[in-house]
């Protein structure tokens, strides 16, 4: 499955790109996805010739046909990554490999068209080339990348599509939660459940988070910032929230954190804080954590802290757990020392103030 062009990604300048100075203003507070860059990049697939036309041009909206198998039968992907300022002016991309073969596995468990992870890292690179002037300079900001893939034949039928559409955007963003909380209430789903053996809960697809909705605003009516999903099977094991993994630290120093199995998203930031958590001599154990064992651990002091984490939000203590059986503070209900020590650790490397011992940026050009 070739690319069919010697150039992968043409350029063509927006004709109604952002003023510098206007630029300058929304890069100051961003929010998080509601501002975006000038350009984007698009490639297709067929059947026939594969992936080709790449390029990157203006941002704009996309014409479909009503029968668009995507907005039918929903194949549709995504990922999500950031682009850094660093000290020395440059910009670099955090472990833009595994989000790569993450994009390809989501492919092939939606039955589509797999990007080549070469391609998938080559338009990454480029379009943050292009927009590095949309890389914020504040401390906790950065560039947010989009890459997304979705079924574009026109037919009613219920079948993998034939044709695809891949593109990226990129949103300049701040924090995540805006709440201004030291830590978020979680609310435990037991009417809803994300994701069940077979299912699609390891990939990064639409559906896993349109099904989530539901549950999210349960929580958000009881006062809650995220919703924890219990496992489909027994509704006893904690899994994932509703676009985060979760971790859980004890007194004797260890962390836990739900193992991978097919329900639960393989993060990138989560594989990235077990690297790092072993890397201080922490013990890190991927093992089922039951909802009952946390809330009694909570109450009896054994759990110390938890945090959830993920691309967006990177690491989020977890003050408070609530639910139509459940309700426990976690400490002191704010941020531990554990969640702050990985978080800083983190981010020292993605914003390259520390050593990269694993080779974990892609500094661009």
């Known amino acids: 499955m070739s690319y069919q062009s010697a150039q992968p990604f043409p350029f063509e300048k927006s004709p ?9 203003a929304l890069l100051r507070n961003p929010g998080f996805g509601r501002v975006f860059t000038d350009h984007m990049v698009t490639m297709r697939y067929s059947q026939e010739h594969g992936w ?33 300022r660093l000290p020395d002016g440059g910009a670099s991309l955090f472990r833009p490999d595994a989000n790569a073969r993450r994009f390809r596995s989501s492919a092939e468990r939606l039955a589509m068209a797999p990007l080549p992870e070469e391609l998938f890292l080559q338009s990454v690179r480029a379009l943050v080339r292009t927009e590095r002037d949309w890389i914020p300079a504040a401390e906790g900001a950065s560039l947010y990348i989009r890459p997304f893939m979705f ?60 099904a989530s909705l539901a549950a999210q605003a349960e929580a958000t009516a009881e006062g809650c910032e995220q919703v924890v999903f219990l496992d489909a099977v027994e509704r006893r094991w904690v899994e994932e929230l509703g676009g985060m993994n979760v971790f859980f630290v004890f007194d004797d120093g260890s962390l836990q954190t739900p193992p991978l199995g097919g329900t639960i998203l393989p993060g990138i930031t989560r594989d990235s804080l077990i690297v790092l958590a072993r890397d201080l001599g922490l013990t890190v ?61 983190l981010l020292d490397i993605q ?3 520390a050593p990269d011992r694993h080779g974990w940026l892609d500094r661009l050009a």
Request: aromatic share 10%.
């Open 151 to 210: 079924a574009t034949e026109v037919l009613l039928g219920v079948k993998p599509s034939a044709e695809y559409l891949y593109c990226i955007i990129a949103s300049p963003v701040g924090s995540y939660f805006k709440s201004g909380a030291p830590a978020v209430t979680l609310w435990v789903s037991e009417t809803y459940t994300r994701a069940a053996p077979g299912g699609t809960g390891a990939a990064k697809c639409g559906g896993n988070y349109a």
């Open 52 to 84: 080709h036309d790449g390029k990157i041009g203006p941002r704009g909206a996309f014409p479909l046909d009503p029968a668009t198998l995507v907005l039918h039968y929903g194949q549709e992907i995504f990922e999500g990554m950031k682009a850094y």
């Open 285 to 345: 154990r991927e093992e089922p954590y039951a909802i009952d064992q946390w809330q009694a651990d909570a109450r009896s002091g054994r759990l110390t802290e938890a945090f959830a984490c993920g691309t967006a939000a990177v690491v989020t203590p977890i003050g408070t757990v609530k639910g139509r059986r459940h309700g426990f503070t976690i400490g002191e209900g704010g941020a531990g020392p554990v969640a702050a020590r990985l978080k800083a650790a």
């Open 16 to 24: 109604s790109a952002v003023a510098a100075a206007e630029r300058e």
């Open 351 to 353: 914003n390259g103030r």
